[in-house]
């Protein structure tokens, strides 16, 4: 059944709150898109990055994650969220500690504890919800929905698990570690997708269910952490000496964009939400390609110590341009897709005189430059270390330039992308539309 934009799927011909419906809009297919594009280019890559051993076991677990993902994107029910969320966790869990050493079991056994404990909160919330309003799909859920105690414990757990799986700060203890251990591939899925899957949950929660009933509580906390995410992270980032490690916290730095975007697009600003979605696909294709990026540097010079890379520049010249394209994408640089994400922010904080975020926005900014300059600076530099040099497959380094060059190009074709966020008005929210 199609209307007004959405397609709404009843499975096996019982509809809600007997049966199951799948569901989508403009939001739902941006996510679509965005997660068969990133896992196109991991794909490529990991088809040379992993050996035979090592690929018996990647691409069951990927095949079984890209599933999961696209079943995210497409429930309605609080409850398949759930399942789609450990589908997803396990199988990420599994895939980071694919390195087989004793430090990608630390941060593997480190990143299962914490999606555990946010899939056990979260359940509990859910729980509490079907107890408290007799149905777990989401369209009745939000007509049922009342300001009672049920509600709003239900609120803090359910948001509470869904932050530390997003690895907000200060719940981001275990991204760096899991993120820095991971396989290139692995890494790249972590942070361009998975976070992505939880954050998704939490706009669609704040968009039909918890959105009618905040009073202006949540847009400060999102805010407050969204700022401290930024500057830890970004902060963070400067101080590595790996560039994985860099890589790591600029995606803590960047998840704060996204909620700090979030904290003012609860309120009905419609910008905003473009902005959340520009900021999130734009950091998808840039950071995984980043990723990617420190896969080959690895392959080829068996490290990842920014002041040894040794010249990458002229040995490497398709890595070095696909960092460089995804650093501009991430600084927000004209006219990346970050950069329409960040302007769309920046509009929206100026609309509602919000001028903490235009400062956090612009320091932000200037810190992503500061860590993205510092790399790229030691890829013209020889190093003092001498070490052998590994051939890179044209495959590995083809997929990282290519996502790269998405994130750019996401920014010439904003139209096209704002066209299909308007499917169904997924953003159409009570309150000013700015």
């Known amino acids: 059944m199609i209307e007004k934009g959405v397609y709404i799927h009843t499975i096996g011909g019982w509809d809600a709150p007997l049966g199951i419906n799948l569901y989508a809009d403009g939001l739902s297919l941006i996510m679509l898109i965005m997660t068969a594009l990133v896992g196109l280019g991991i794909s490529i890559y990991a088809i040379s ?5 090592q690929s018996k076991r ?46 990608a079991f630390l941060g593997a056994m480190r990143y299962l504890l914490a999606t555990l404990l946010g899939s056990l909160l979260y359940l509990f919330g859910v729980g509490l919800l079907y107890h408290g309003f007799g149905s777990l799909d989401i369209a009745t859920l939000s007509q049922n929905a009342q300001a009672t ?20 700060f200060p719940l981001h203890f275990w991204l760096p570690p899991a993120h820095s251990s991971a396989p290139a591939p692995v890494s790249a ?60 916290y600029s995606t803590v730095a960047q998840i704060g964009y996204l909620f700090l975007a979030f904290s003012l697009a609860i309120s ?18 840039a950071k995984s390609a980043m990723f990617l990026v420190v896969g080959n540097l690895l392959r080829f010079g068996g490290h990842d110590e920014i002041i040894h890379l040794d010249r990458v520049a002229q040995r490497l ?33 100026l609309r509602q ?13 200037l810190l992503s430059a500061a860590y993205i300059f510092k790399v790229i600076s030691h890829f013209f530099t020889p190093s003092s270390t001498p070490h052998n040099s590994k051939i890179i497959p044209a495959n590995m380094e083809w997929s990282a330039l290519l996502l790269a060059v998405a994130a750019v190009l996401l920014g010439l074709f904003s139209s096209s992308v704002l066209s299909i966020t308007d499917l169904g008005s997924p953003f159409e929210l009570e309150g000013e539309q700015l």
């Open 353 to 365: 005189e919000q001028w903490g975020v235009v400062i956090i926005l612009l320091v932000g900014s």
């Open 149 to 168: 105690p049920i509600l709003w414990v239900s609120l803090a757990l359910m948001s509470g698990g869904l932050l530390l799986k997003t690895a907000l």
């Open 268 to 285: 009905g600003a419609t910008i905003a939400w473009n902005a959340v979605v520009f900021l999130a696909f734009s950091h998808a294709l």
């Open 317 to 349: 010249p398709i890595t070095t341009a696909a960092f460089a394209l995804a650093g501009i994408s991430i600084i927000g640089l004209p006219l990346s897709g970050g950069f329409i994400g960040k302007y769309f922010l920046l509009e929206a904080a």
């Open 58 to 103: 990647f691409w069951p677990l990927w095949l079984l994650i890209i599933a999961g993902l696209n079943a995210l994107f497409l429930s309605s029910d609080i409850f398949n969220y759930y399942v789609a969320l450990e589908l997803i966790g396990l199988a990420a869990v599994s895939l980071t500690a694919l390195g087989n050493t004793r430090k």
């Open 49 to 53: 990055y992993f050996s035979v051993d």
């Open 189 to 248: 899925l972590l942070s361009a997708l998975i976070i992505k899957s939880s954050f998704y949950i939490l706009i669609r929660l704040w968009l039909t269910i918890f959105g009618p009933l905040n009073d202006g509580t949540v847009e400060t906390i999102f805010g407050l952490l969204g700022t401290g995410a930024i500057l830890w992270g970004s902060f963070q980032a400067l101080r590595q000496t790996r560039l994985k490690l860099l890589v790591a």
